[in-house]
């Protein structure tokens, strides 16, 4: 037997029928985007307001760039446990998993939302019509084959539930090859998220234009990672009143910071070898931009630099959402803010219809996540804090 | 745990410098440079001192490419195309400062400029395109689109320099459009509108080296020199009447410009304040196909990671006892 549990529950609450509704708003537009087309006027505004300068907007930057970094959590922690060997992790890795599996599955899904010809997607991964040199055919390959492997990766947990226990072991058998291709996929598509914008040159600001995109989003994606396991570890340990896993997140601040300092060491030479650093003191709209990504970037160095204050889950929770907004602020800034568009004066901000799609799929992603970890076995065995049995533990909420 | 954190933070910068290795320093021998002109290549010269403003070619260009005019055809150079859209693949612009009492000059000037499609020598629509729906003739090097193959990303768009790439927002089948420089026209024996019907000579097609020799010799002129200069195309043999050189900045825009381009400009005003990009010589395509080539190329990299991977994983795996739960447990 497995020594991990479900977190139970009710599965219907008013948490969950306001999650639900968001997604029926979400699913109304996403509709409308395949009949009338990704621009088309809806009676509350245009599905989206993309144009050509600005071709994509937060389908793209949030739902896939940000999305797919945030769902890093499971890549990370398997690098921590497997490759560098720090079982005393493992009682993470479940919930991890599980947010990465939501997390791509659904970033493939906004994809197939955003093609405008989406009937056609299968060109990419098709001898004849793929291009290897587009980084593009690169993300879209890799995405597609980490998504199988994220499923793999978590079946044991679905078979256990349903008694599959021979299947089980299988999967388990093989696990050490799911898990290190579970850790090359990410490394090469969260840096090709990067090395996106190199072809876009010019136009892509030089403080943020640089060769060294993949590394630094490579870095910053697994950063995302550990960033939002302490996130989901506190919320969910909050939100199914579970015990705190602080001991072990205080050692992953440790980790995080390590990293954090790394990225910003790199960010920081590479812009003083390309003379940009003058640029950063230029006082225009976008240096200001880069010095709040840096700050947020640097806040949970400064936070989690001493003992005494990572052993705080306010803390701990503190550093973890300025790292979030730091790596997404700076996939934003990357992908949207710092791109000015060659020919005539372009404009973007997200529709209410465009912003509604984006707030449903995280809306479903999280509702998602609350029925699995209530019926999967996903939570690590910790004596119940709040009583034993099921029917006494409060569903979220409430 | 120090010892975890000095661990991993080692494991960490050795990958670190690995990868930026990889990406900073290339061995020169992988690094992809620009791409050369195609031995056949055509396209067109605009230069900017000679048009007019008349927009015949805006108008030919929506002819020849079945495109709708938004007026009545007489007054159809009151076209409202303010900008490229998907049913106008070529534009005339204006640049005004000032007064705009002369032509051809920044100060109190004023000209005008033709946008359409540059044929990037190096295109990065092209190089972004996942799915080989823009492609590059390899003999005439024109950059046409194949909507059949295309999956309506939009990495074109993002890609391009010179935002020519326009999709359909508010259609459920969209499409990319763009100029493709008339080659359609070819098997009939014509060639692209915009230059047959320029009256005068202010685009002309031709093969690109000609049209770069016609560039330069216009360059090398002194202004108010009289001279007679080629019309329609450097193919056909036909001239405009004697008329005096202009005063030219000393640039041509599109010989080097990203890679080259095989639509070139001449003007009196400067490029930039015409809203053409400033790009370096080396194209993008080449700087994000290097990237990948030297991250990818035979899968070379990727198969060392996986392969330490693979190691540690099956020994992290074995070292609980060898269980069958032991690698989520
Ligand atoms: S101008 Fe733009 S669309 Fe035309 S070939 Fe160059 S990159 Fe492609
Ligand atoms: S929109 Fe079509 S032509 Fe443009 S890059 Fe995507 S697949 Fe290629
Ligand atoms: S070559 Fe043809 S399609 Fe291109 S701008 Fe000229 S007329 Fe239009």
């Known amino acids: 037997m497995s020594n991990y549990e479900s977190a139970g529950g009710r599965l219907v609450t008013p948490v969950t029928l306001f999650l639900g509704a968001l997604v029926a708003i979400a699913g109304y537009f996403v509709l409308m985007r395949f009949l009338f087309g990704i621009g088309a006027e809806t009676p509350f505004g245009a599905v989206t307001n993309l144009n050509d300068g600005y071709s994509w907007g937060i389908w793209v930057v949030y739902d896939v760039v940000i999305g797919t970094g945030l769902a890093c959590g499971g890549y990370a922690l398997a690098l921590l446990v ?170 992953l601040a440790v980790v995080l910071s390590g990293i954090l300092a790394v990225y910003l060491g790199l960010r920081f030479a590479d812009l003083g070898w390309r003379g940009q650093i003058p640029a950063l003191f230029q006082g225009d709209f976008l240096a200001r931009m880069f010095w709040l990504e840096i700050a947020l970037f640097a806040l949970p160095i400064l936070l989690f630099s001493r003992a005494a204050w990572r052993g705080s889950p306010q803390v701990l929770f503190a550093g973890s959402v300025s790292m979030l907004l730091a790596a997404s602020l700076y996939r934003v800034d990357g992908f949207l803010v710092a791109m000015t568009p060659n020919g005539d004066a372009f404009h973007y901000f997200p529709s209410v219809p465009e912003l509604m799609v984006t707030i449903g799929m995280i809306a479903f992603e999280v509702l998602a996540y609350i029925v699995l970890a209530r019926v999967l076995p996903v939570m690590h065995g910790h004596a119940p804090v709040h009583g034993a049995s099921k029917a006494a533990a409060v569903p979220a909420g409430d | 745990m120090t010892v975890s954190r000095r661990n991993f933070l080692r494991g960490a910068a050795a990958g670190c410098t690995a990868a930026t290795a990889a990406v900073v320093a290339p061995a020169p021998a992988e690094a992809r440079g620009n791409k050369e002109l195609p031995p056949e290549a055509v396209g067109l010269l605009f230069d900017a001192t000679m048009c007019v403003g008349c927009k015949a070619c805006v108008v030919a260009c929506k002819e020849a490419n079945g495109l709708p005019i938004q007026v009545p055809m007489e007054r159809a150079y009151e076209d409202p195309s303010q900008a490229l859209s998907p049913t106008s693949f070529n534009i005339i612009k204006m640049y005004k400062e000032g007064e705009a009492k002369t032509k051809d000059v920044e100060q109190d000037g004023f000209s005008f400029i033709k946008r359409s499609c540059m044929h990037c020598v190096d295109p990065g629509c092209v190089s972004a395109c996942p799915v080989q729906a823009m492609t590059k003739d390899a003999k005439t090097g024109v950059v046409s689109y194949n909507a059949d193959a295309c999956i309506g990303c939009r990495y074109c768009v993002m890609a391009c320099p010179f935002g020519i790439p326009k999709f359909d927002y508010d259609k459920a089948v969209p499409e990319i459009h763009k100029c493709q420089l008339c080659n359609h026209l070819w098997k009939e024996g014509r060639f692209s509108a915009c230059a047959d019907v320029c009256p005068t000579g202010a685009t002309i097609f031709g093969p690109v080296p000609k049209l770069l020799a016609e560039a330069k010799r216009r360059q090398a002129m002194t202004p108010g020199e009289v001279a007679k200069f080629p019309r329609r195309s450097t193919e056909t043999g036909d001239q405009t009447k004697e008329k005096p050189a202009a005063k030219y900045v000393d640039h041509i825009y599109g010989e080097k410009e990203g890679g080259g381009t095989q639509m070139l400009m001449l003007s009196g005003v400067p490029f930039d304040k015409l809203g053409l990009p400033k790009l370096p010589e080396r194209s993008y395509a080449s700087m994000s196909e290097t990237v990948q080539h030297t991250l990818y190329d035979g899968l070379v990299a990727p198969a060392v990671v996986l392969g330490g991977l693979l190691a540690a994983t099956y020994r992290s795996s074995r070292k609980k006892g060898g269980s069958e739960e032991d690698s989520h447990e």
């Open chain 1, 82 to 251: 497997y490759v560098f060997n720090k079982g005393e992790y493992h009682p993470l890795v479940r919930p991890a998993l599980l947010a990465s599996v939501f997390g791509y599955t659904l970033g493939g899904v906004a994809v197939m939302v955003d093609l405008g010809r989406w009937w056609n997607f299968w060109h990419i991964l098709t001898p004849g019509y793929a291009n290897p040199n587009s980084v593009m055919f690169e993300v879209a390959v890799c995405i597609a084959l980490y998504i199988h492997v994220l499923w793999l990766e978590f079946s044991p947990t679905m078979f256990e539930r349903w008694g599959w226990s021979n299947a089980a072991r299988r999967v388990n058998k093989v696990m050490w090859v799911l898990v290190a291709l579970g850790c090359l996929f990410p490394m090469m598509h969260q840096s090709s998220l990067g090395s996106l914008l190199i072809v876009m040159g010019a136009k892509v600001d030089p403080r943020w234009h640089t060769m060294l995109l993949p590394a630094l989003f490579l870095l910053s994606a697994i950063s995302m990672g550990f960033a939002v396991v302490m996130f989901e570890a506190t919320l969910s340990a909050d939100g199914f009143r579970r015990p705190r896993e602080t001991p072990m997140l205080k050692k």
